[in-house]
């Protein structure tokens, strides 16, 4: 390995380290002498002495009119060395600190799920969580997974999971309302308006899971704090306005 290539390595700059092996080479010289020695425009030089000059392995020996420059030992620069290891040893604990919450903090993902068997996999992730919230249309999921809603049900009503789904006040979701048994653990409401919605969507653990039937059955899922919080924001707005399961069914009696 090259000197230079040492110099460079323990810190000095590239032009840092051909000037002061320049210096070495010539003992006591001028800035006239030293920049072509070291392969540089004497103007870099002046500014890169000075450099060298303030990190203490450069001296300036006056000589008449002229300014001599001599190289400083090169011990000196175990010394800086050390002073950086110290220094970086003294901070190492911050440092730690920060890495330690970086690496707590995950960045936001997006996951694509295509196909029956992958569609019905995300479900199973929805049905093993400790806190669901649907807004959905009802009749998609129950002509391709009529069993799913039965099983979280059942789940819920043992008090393993807390389920609540926004419907809308269609005949099938109303119909679907009906077979369910409600519980503190198990609640529905139904959106007033008029209108439905075109995926099955859900909150849980913290992601987002939207679920699309037409024109072919796929989902996606969400996993972002601020996406999730901004979701479920809005789902509890319109939780809050929704009509209760008992109130939906009176007001669609005949």
Avoid at 127 to 136: G, L, M, N, R, W
Avoid at 162 to 179: F, N
Avoid at 221 to 231: A, E, H, N, P, T
Wanted: with cysteine; hydrophobic share 45%.
């Amino acid at each position: 390995m090259e000197l230079s290539e040492v110099l460079i390595k323990i810190g000095l700059s590239e032009k840092e380290a051909v000037v002061y092996l320049a210096m070495l080479a010539l003992g006591p010289a001028t800035a006239y002498r030293i920049a072509p020695q070291a392969g540089i425009k004497r103007s870099i030089a002046y500014v890169v002495l000075d450099s060298l000059q303030a990190r203490g392995l450069v001296s300036v020996v006056p000589q008449g009119e002229r300014k001599l420059y001599v190289a400083g030992d090169p011990g000196k620069l175990l010394g800086e060395i050390e002073q950086k290891k110290e220094l970086y040893k003294r901070f190492l604990p911050n440092l730690e600190a920060l890495y330690a919450d970086a690496s707590k903090k995950e960045k936001p993902q997006v996951q694509f799920f295509e196909g029956r068997e992958a569609v019905y996999g995300l479900y199973e992730k929805i049905y093993h969580s400790k806190d669901v919230a649907f807004f959905s249309t009802i009749r998609d999921i129950l002509s391709l997974f009529p069993e799913f809603p039965k099983r979280l049900n059942e789940k819920a009503l043992l008090g393993q999971v807390r389920v609540r789904e926004l419907l809308t006040l269609s005949p099938s979701d109303l119909a679907y309302a009906r077979t369910m048994k409600h519980s503190e653990s198990f609640q529905q409401r139904f959106a007033a308006g008029i209108g439905e919605f075109f995926t099955d969507n859900c909150l849980f653990d913290g992601q987002v899971a939207f679920f699309a039937f037409d024109p072919f059955l796929y989902a996606v899922l969400i996993r972002s704090d601020g996406v999730y919080k901004s979701l479920k924001t809005l789902y509890e707005f319109a939780w809050t306005a929704a009509l209760p399961y008992e109130q939906a069914i009176k007001k669609t009696l005949p």
